[in-house]
Nanobody, 128 residues
Framework: VQLQASGGGLVQAGGSLRLACVAS????????MGWFRQTPGKEREFVLA????????YYGDSVKGQFTISRDNAKTTVYLQMNSLKPEDTAVYYC??????????????????????WGQGTLVTVSS
């Protein structure tokens, strides 16, 4: 299974951007899926995640009310809709998924270690 993230680019502050994460060899119908971001010299930061079984959604404190997650009907693509972007949202964004029979408990969604499949990053740059 591979994940492919795309949609990054340059956007002005206040603008919107939608990232996509495509799964090859598997669908996003079970397990959990998350987005993380990272800037140079800093640790990877949790953005948001969703557990498909009950649609429980988890948000990083800095993106509540600003970012949302959705999935296409075929369940092969997950989108990260980013609104009201700020320069501090500039980062490389990574999608990640937990595939497998075990269920990710709620508190674990915030940790990168909960995910066993990662996509390559896509760069988002927000200009002021």
């Amino acid at each position: 299974v591979q994940l492919q993230a795309s949609g990054g680019g340059l956007v002005q502050a206040g603008g919107s951007l939608r990232l996509a994460c495509v799964a090859s060899g598997r669908t996003f119908s079970s397990g959990s899926m998350g987005w993380f971001r990272q800037t140079p010299g800093k640790e990877r930061e949790f953005v948001l995640a969703i557990r498909w079984s009950d649609r429980a959604t988890y948000y990083g404190d800095s993106v509540k009310g600003q970012f949302t997650i959705s999935r296409d009907n075929a369940k092969t693509t997950v989108y990260l809709q980013m609104n009201s972007l700020k320069p501090e949202d500039t980062a490389v964004y990574y999608c990640a998924a937990h595939f497998g029979p075990t269920r990710v408990i709620s508190s674990s969604h915030y940790s990168a270690s909960a995910y066993n499949t990662w996509g390559q990053g896509t760069l988002v740059t927000v200009s002021s």
